[in-house]
């Protein structure tokens, strides 16, 4: 009697596939086709097709290996988008750290430490801003800070202004411990793009997202 086999369960089995050559990578660093399907015990050709799967989301890359004798081969690894995949616990890390830091330099010393840090941000966005538009600093800082995890998105309003809208918050746990963190945010915003930038709602008081209005500043004249 043949066993039917649903979609779901052909769908589950090919995740696991994948799931398993992404830890393979991730344990040995890089690996080839044929040591892949080694390692899993299928075929170089099911191999391919769960590498080409994982190309396209961008959690892999490959590079060709040229070798004294015979053609070269290529060789798969993971990409650093692929990292978010594995438990991190950099907030953990972080609270201790300014948790030591207040402890040491009383609160004072803790505001000049993400002071400090802020005035960096602002720096290397000023670097990227320069010379831009108005509309391109809005975008590019978009691009920027998306990059950094924020799942930022723009939205042009009727009288020029932009609607900033941020659906993740990298910070959450710390800047719930440290409301500065979003003060100073809202400082590097306000400085790199040199408008003014005024917060509507933030994550960390139960809101969905964090918004903010971005008004460019008029010239004065004279």
């Known amino acids: ?11 589950n089995i090919l995740k696991e596939s994948r799931s398993a050559i992404i830890d393979l990578l991730k344990t040995k660093g890089a690996l080839t086709v044929e040591q892949l399907a080694a390692a899993l015990d299928v075929s170089k050709v099911c191999v391919r097709r769960h590498l080409s799967l994982l190309e396209s989301d961008g959690l892999i890359e490959y590079e060709q290996e040229h070798r004294d004798r015979g053609r070269p081969r290529f060789v798969y690894r993971l ?3 692929a990292s978010c995949l594995f438990p991190r616990n950099y907030d953990e890390f972080a609270q201790a750290v300014l948790a030591q830091v207040q402890r040491e330099f009383g609160e004072e010393g803790l505001q000049r430490v993400l002071q ?4 960096a941000l ?5 670097t990227q801003l320069s010379d831009l538009s108005f509309d391109e600093r809005i975008k590019t800082l978009t691009k920027a800070i998306s990059e950094k995890g924020y799942q930022a998105e ?4 009727k009288d020029g202004s932009y609607r900033l809208r941020q659906r993740n918050c990298p910070t959450e746990k710390i800047a719930a411990v440290h409301p500065h963190v979003c003060e100073q945010e809202l400082r590097v915003y306000q400085e790199a793009l040199g408008c003014e930038v005024i917060r509507d709602c933030r994550i960390t008081e ?3 997202m964090c918004e903010f209005h971005i008004v460019q500043l008029q010239k004065r004249n004279g």
């Open 1 to 11: 009697m043949l066993r039917r086999v649903s979609v779901a369960n052909v769908e």
């Open 79 to 81: 990409t650093e988008k």
């Open 116 to 119: 400090g840090r802020a005035d």
């Open 122 to 126: 602002i720096e290397e966005l000023q």
């Open 154 to 157: 723009t939205r042009k309003l």
């Open 206 to 208: 139960g809101a969905t």
